[in-house]
């Protein structure tokens, strides 16, 4: 299966973007990115997901590699309700069986 | 349009009992997945159900069971409870074209045990 390595945690000033990193080195041609965030005591939401070309939605971009080893998540403008953790998932399993890693705890500051 | 809701949001249960966790998923979603979060880990997935068959299963032991309805709603049944089983337990749904379709969760049984 392929893995994920993700920062533990990083901070960013409201205002600016977040860019946050993930890699996915064995990663493989059919298998899906996907980037969910998690706020204290919700569930997972759903932000965005790609398979090769750079995808943009309401919430956030994810630029993807040429090669698809790694893949960034930008939130353009970062409020103080961004502040999450953010898991950076490659879907191996065409049925969605979601392997979650620890993620990034993203901490936004006034 | 509802999403994916959970009941009971809370549950206290002691070592040794029987639990049911029910999960209703987003309108016209026909899968139903749980998972297992405890306390600053990612959420575990613990099975997936489809067309109301037990479709494939995590490393979870058979304490571990569940149900699908015809209206796609599903249940988590958890068997001689034990302290390690305390954790946030998420369901999730889906439809379609697995690989290209987000799973939406639910808020999640913040289950307790004693």
């Known amino acids: 299966d392929a893995k994920t390595t993700q920062p533990p945690s990083m901070d960013c000033a409201e205002g600016r973007a977040a860019n946050l990193p993930c890699n996915h080195s064995t990663i493989s041609g059919n298998e899906y990115v996907y980037w969910y965030r998690q706020i204290h005591s919700q569930g997972p939401q759903y932000i965005i997901h790609?398979?090769?070309n750079n995808e943009t939605n309401e919430m956030a971009s994810l630029i993807i590699t040429e090669d698809r080893k790694s893949s960034t998540l930008i939130l353009p403008h970062a409020t103080l309700r961004d502040t999450a953790v953010y898991y950076c998932i490659v879907l191996t399993d065409s049925w969605g069986k979601f392997q979650f890693g620890a993620g990034t705890q993203v901490v936004v500051t006034p | 349009d509802a999403g994916v809701t959970q009941s009971p949001t809370h549950l206290i249960k002691t070592r040794g009992q029987q639990v049911t966790l029910r999960c209703s998923p987003k309108?016209?979603?026909?899968?139903v997945s749980w998972y297992q979060q405890a306390l600053g880990q990612g959420p575990q997935f613990i099975f997936q159900?489809?067309?109301?068959?037990?479709?494939q299963r995590g490393n979870f032991p058979d304490r571990f069971s569940g149900h699908q309805y015809p209206n796609y709603s599903s249940e988590l049944n958890v068997n001689a409870l034990l302290l390690g089983d305390s954790a946030l337990y998420l369901c999730a749904s889906s439809f379609g074209d697995y690989s290209n379709q987000p799973q939406h969760f639910g808020d999640g049984t913040r289950l307790s045990i004693l």
């Open positions: 309108s016209g979603h026909d899968t």
């Open positions: 159900y489809y067309e109301e068959e037990e479709r």
């Open positions: 790609g398979l090769k």
